[in-house]
């Protein structure tokens, strides 16, 4: 069983992207801060974690830093889904810290496949993915 964590604080979204990524091999938790994605990854390192950037009390980028400054959530795949206004944000997520970085609107498909293709590798498949 996979596990994929999301984290954003927009309902519409995660229920979205809990619809796009079910999977009889999947376990997907979804949480609406940074502070709570830490939390559960800790308990529970997941395979995947999708995070927005834009989120109150910690936002993507601070959660995206405090794992790669852990030995134990350094290598974590991370997929940033942001929307084209933030994406220039996120560029040092995917240049410094290795994440995906995906601009809403984003195609579906394609971002099914990335995640695919990302938790059969264990590593994001397509950095700086525009899906």
């Given at each position: 069983?996979?596990?994929?964590?999301?984290?954003?604080?927009?309902?519409?979204?995660?229920?979205?992207?809990?619809?796009?990524?079910?999977?009889?091999?999947?376990?997907?938790?979804?949480?609406?801060?940074?502070?709570?994605?830490?939390?559960?990854?800790?308990?529970?390192?997941?395979?995947?974690?999708?995070?927005?950037?834009?989120?109150?009390?910690?936002?993507?980028?601070?959660?995206?830093?405090?794992?790669?400054?852990?030995p134990a959530t350094k290598e974590l795949?991370?997929?940033?889904?942001?929307a084209k206004g933030q994406a220039r944000d996120a560029t040092m997520?995917?240049?410094?810290?290795?994440?995906?970085?995906?601009?809403?609107?984003?195609?579906?498909?394609?971002?099914?496949?990335?995640?695919?293709?990302?938790?059969?590798?264990?590593?994001?498949?397509?950095?700086?993915?525009?899906?």
């Open positions: 069983m996979k596990r994929i964590i999301i984290c954003d604080d927009e309902p519409h979204i995660v229920e979205g992207l809990r619809f796009l990524l079910r999977a009889p091999d999947r376990q997907l938790e979804a949480t609406t801060s940074g502070k709570e994605a830490l939390q559960r990854i800790e308990e529970q390192m997941p395979d995947l974690l999708i995070t927005d950037i834009m989120m109150p009390e910690m936002s993507g980028l601070e959660v995206v830093a405090t794992l790669r400054a852990s795949p991370i997929v940033i889904i942001t997520a995917q240049e410094v810290w290795g994440a995906t970085v995906v601009a809403k609107p984003f195609e579906p498909q394609k971002l099914r496949q990335l995640i695919s293709a990302t938790l059969e590798k264990g590593v994001c498949q397509q950095p700086g993915s525009a899906c």
